[in-house]
C-alpha cells in the first residue's frame, strides 16, 4: 500500500532505513520540511500523519505504509496560505523562517487536539472544554523551538486562529 502525502500517493523507499524527513526532504523533494537537530528535540521535522503531529525524524518512511501525511506544503500555498500561515505573516511569528514549517504543522495539529478537549499539562481539567490560552499554546507548542525568539508572535498568531475558529 502506498503512502500519501499531501494528497499524492507514493511508493515507499525501498531502503527501510530512510527516516520520513529525508524521504520527503531528498527522494520527494518536499524540503519545507527542515532537519534541525534530526534527534527530536527541536520540532523543526514536524508532520502531520492522519492528523496527529510527529517528529519525522524519529520516524522510518516505512513504518507509514498507508498512512496520510501532511506537510507544510500540504496546509497552504503563497497563493492560499493557511489561516496559520497568514496569522504567521500578519503577527510576524517567523525570524529566520527555518523552524516556521514545524511551527505551523504542531500549531494546526495542536487547535485540532484543543477543539476535540484532549487535555494538556496547562489545562484546569482533564474533563470538560480545553480553552486555547496563552499558557495551554505555550505548553502544547514546547516541543518546538525557535532559535530567533519569535515565541510571543507565534503564540500570538496561534491565538489569533484560535478565536476566529471559536468565533466561527
Known amino acids: 500500500m502506498p503512502i500519501t502525502i499531501n494528497s499524492r500517493a507514493y511508493d515507499l523507499p525501498e531502503d527501510n532505513r530512510v527516516t520520513l524527513l529525508d524521504f520527503l526532504r531528498h527522494d520527494l523533494g518536499l524540503t519545507g520540511t527542515k532537519k534541525g537537530c534530526d534527534h527530536g528535540q527541536c520540532g523543526a521535522c514536524t508532520v502531520l500523519v492522519d492528523g496527529m503531529r510527529i517528529n519525522s525524524c524519529l520516524s522510518l518512511a516505512a513504518m507509514h505504509d498507508g498512512d496520510h501525511v501532511t506537510t507544510i506544503e500540504g496546509l497552504g500555498t503563497p497563493d492560499a496560505p493557511s489561516r496559520l500561515q497568514q496569522a504567521f505573516v500578519e503577527h510576524d511569528g517567523y525570524q529566520c523562517g527555518y523552524c516556521t514549517p514545524g511551527q505551523i504543522c504542531s500549531a494546526t495539529a495542536m487547535l485540532q487536539e484543543i477543539a476535540s478537549g484532549w487535555p494538556s499539562d496547562a489545562s484546569e481539567s482533564l474533563e470538560g472544554p480545553v480553552a486555547a490560552t496563552g499558557a495551554e499554546i505555550r505548553e502544547r507548542m514546547s516541543g ?14 496561534i491565538e489569533d486562529v484560535a478565536a476566529q475558529e471559536d468565533a466561527a
Not at 149 to 157: Q, T
Open 144 to 157: 518546538n523551538l525557535c532559535r530567533c525568539g519569535a515565541y510571543a508572535n507565534i503564540v500570538a498568531a
